[in-house]
């Protein structure tokens, strides 16, 4: 049985720039139902899934039978999307990467701002539901990825440390139609040190 991360802070931590009502809807409700529907999908199926992690059974989808392998795309995204999603915020982020996080942004991207200018331009061009996401290959090496639905970064062989939500139920309570406003904003509760962590495991 595949589950939903336990939310390290309060539905209104992360006010102003999320709101309760938002993160609670999102976690309780359009995350919950990934779950279910992944673990429902693989009923039946548990040869497949015995030991694995969400993240392994993405990234060996192709060794999925192909009348469940799709779903596991979608149901199984959205599980893995949006634990990361959820695991990445923090009402008391560290602001700044440090270390040898900083220096794999500056080596890729040049420096903190130019990360965040092209993550930001990743999420708010995604057009109709999606993410934006800062990735890294099995070299360590980072790129900015933009994804279609809950397709993951891991199918394609990469591993997501960063990702914003642009799917209206992330954001519309708030924004509106405003986007790129949630996307500006989300940068405040962005956890460095939660990143830092998924960079060097």
Known sequence: MYEKIQLPYAYN??????????????????????????NELLKGYEKYTEGKSIEQLLANVNELPVRIRQGVIDQGGGVANHNLYFSILSPTAKKEPEGILLDAINSAF???????????????SQFGSGYGWLVKDEDGKLSVKKTLNQNSPLIEGLIPILTIDVWEHAYYLKYKNLRPDYVKN???????KKIEELYIR
Do not use: M, R
């Open 110 to 124: 040049g420096d903190l701002e130019k990360l965040k200018s092209e993550v930001s331009n990743a999420a708010v």
């Open 13 to 38: 931590s992360l006010e102003p720039y999320i709101d309760a009502e938002t993160v609670e809807i999102h976690y309780t409700k359009h995350l919950q139902k990934y779950v279910d529907n992944l």
């Open 186 to 192: 989300i940068w405040n509760i962005i956890d460095w």
